[in-house]
C-alpha cells in the first residue's frame, strides 16, 4: 500500500515532525506493539512493526513537498485497507499540518 501526503514544511521539519509522530505512537500504544523499529537513512526510513500477532514493514520517504510511505499490509488484514490508509493519511496529515 503506497499513501503520499503532501506538504508545505521544509524537508528537515517534514522528518522531525514524522519522528515525533512515531516517537508519540511508541508511547501511545506501547502495550498493543511486539515490536517497532526504525532504521533512517538520511530522509528515507525502513519500518518494522509487529502489534497483536501481525507483522508489517515497509518505507517512508521525505520529499520537498510530500511524505511517502509504502508498506505491505498482511493478507488477513486487506479486507480493511480502506480504512487502514484513511486512518494513516489523516495521522500524518495532521503532524505535517
Do not use: C
Request: hydrophobic share 40%.
Amino acid at each position: 500500500m503506497t499513501i503520499q501526503i503532501e506538504h508545505i514544511l521544509s524537508k528537515a521539519e517534514a522528518r522531525n515532525r514524522i519522528e515525533q509522530l512515531i516517537e508519540r505512537y511508541k508511547t501511545e500504544y506501547k502495550a498493543d506493539l511486539q515490536e517497532l523499529v526504525v532504521d533512517w537513512a538520511g530522509d528515507r526510513a525502513h519500518i518494522r512493526m509487529k502489534a497483536k500477532g501481525y507483522g508489517t514493514s515497509g518505507n517512508l520517504e521525505v520529499r520537498d513537498g510530500s511524505v511517502e510511505l509504502d508498506f505491505y499490509v498482511p493478507f488477513m488484514l486487506q479486507v480493511f485497507s480502506k480504512k487502514i490508509k484513511s486512518a494513516i493519511s489523516d495521522q500524518i496529515q495532521q503532524s505535517l499540518a
